[in-house]
């Protein structure tokens, strides 16, 4: 897209799609096939510069995904474990239905599932006990609840007007406690007997270390949301 911009700044085009239309489309002169990367090339590349490969939703990413494509792409992953491409195999999952779909059909090493404060599904199934046996190591997501645990209630948008009451409350027992919703949030999840990591997204270096530096805290908080 920049080179079509360049081309139209430059009066050679009147518009970008002017410029693939004429030079830079499929089957134009001036159109170069893109490099494509197998999976097994591109995580090669990543290793070999120090980075972890993740695959993020595959059933997402990959079109018209279904239980045949979900087991071909399984295999091909046990295939980069086997000749040492990929050191673990992990899955993201959103709920019980997708960690029972993968365990059916083959052994993970890592998952990462949704576990917080105000949802502890996957502890009161069963689930997180379950992985715990099987030896996988378990990641904790959404600890903040995309950022709805760290509102205050005055602030929440009128669609989370049911999740209201129990935000209030939540907020009112962590000043009681004289902590921040951050740190309550963290230790919540830090003291679970199933958790071992937790993945939290940040902006700045700042605000990581805000976060993390409640993480290394030693204290017992008495707030208690378990299941």
């Known amino acids: 897209p920049h080179i079509a911009q360049a081309m139209v700044e430059s009066g050679y085009v009147n ?23 197998t999976p097994s090339d591109a995580i090669e590349l990543l290793v070999k510069n120090g980075a972890i490969p993740i695959m993020a939703h595959p059933t997402f990413a990959i079109p018209n995904m ?3 494509g979900l087991s071909k792409l399984t295999e091909m992953l046990v295939e980069m474990k086997e000749a040492g491409l990929v050191d673990r195999i992990g899955i993201s999952v959103y709920d019980a239905a997708q960690i029972d779909q993968v365990m059916d059909k083959f052994q993970i090493d890592i ?21 715990k046996d099987s030896n996988i190591v378990i990641q904790a997501r959404s600890v903040f609840l995309q950022g709805l645990v760290l509102m205050e209630p005055r602030e929440i948008p009128a669609y989370f007007n049911l999740a209201r009451p129990l935000l209030s409350q939540f907020h009112r027992d962590v000043a009681e406690a004289g902590l921040t919703a951050v740190s309550a949030a963290l230790h919540f999840v830090r003291q679970n007997q199933y958790v071992d990591q937790v993945v939290e997204g940040v902006t700045s270096v700042d605000e990581l270390a805000q976060n993390m530096n409640p993480w290394f805290d030693q204290d017992s908080y008495n707030i208690d949301y378990s299941a």
């Open 111 to 131: 998952i990462q599932v949704p576990f917080n404060v105000f949802d502890q599904r996957l502890e009161r199934s069963g689930h997180l006990q379950s992985l």
């Open 15 to 37: 518009y970008p799609k002017d410029a693939f239309d004429k030079f830079l489309g499929r089957n134009a002169p001036a159109y170069v096939e893109r490099i494509r990367l």
């Open 66 to 68: 279904n239980k045949d």
